[in-house]
């Protein structure tokens, strides 16, 4: 019989009696002690087949917390590589730490010219290369309440009232 109760079929039986198929000759009734015996068999057997799935998987979920812990490490290791040569070019071209972490290249000549090009963008300019243009307008502001200078000669329908009025 399989695991199912299902009966083996074995042709060469000799206890088949004449003109009954294998399958209903060897099929058992259910509370026949051999077919009992077999039934608790399986059942023992699918306890095992259990235990032996649930090693299997925890082998197998310790495998892969290795695997995933490995490959964080590496993440981190490169990350750590990447931010080392990103602070050595900084040393080597006088960038601050935080200047530092705007260099973008995957290599040290990448981020040595990413330095050299982030220098030269904010370097100061020299007295000759001064733009003739002042970089910030310069405000002309009064305050309100205070009048500064002659107001009459910034408004002319005002002026030419006070002209006709007699004010002054």
Do not use: C, W
């Not at 973008?104 to 020299?126: I, R």
């Amino acid at each position: 019989m399989t695991a199912d109760n299902e009966p083996i079929d074995n042709p060469e039986s000799a206890n088949e009696p004449e003109g009954e198929t294998p399958e209903k000759a060897e099929k058992l009734p259910d509370d026949h002690p051999a077919a009992l015996a077999l039934s608790k068999a399986n059942k023992e057997a699918e306890k095992y087949r259990l235990q032996v799935k649930e090693y299997e998987d925890s082998q197998k979920s310790d495998q892969e917390r290795q695997s995933e812990r490995l490959a964080e490490m590496e993440r981190n290791s490169a990350e750590s590589l990447q931010e080392a040569a990103r602070l050595r070019v900084a040393l080597r071209t006088g960038l601050t730490e935080t200047q530092a972490k705007r260099l973008v290249g995957d290599t040290e000549e990448e981020l040595s010219a990413d330095a050299e090009a982030l220098l030269s963008e904010f370097a100061t300019p020299k007295d000759g290369d001064r733009p003739a243009t002042p970089r910030r307008p310069t405000e002309a502001l009064r305050p309100g309440a205070t009048p500064t200078g002659d107001t009459t000669a910034q408004n002319p329908l005002e002026a030419s009232l006070r002209s006709k009025l007699g004010i002054t």
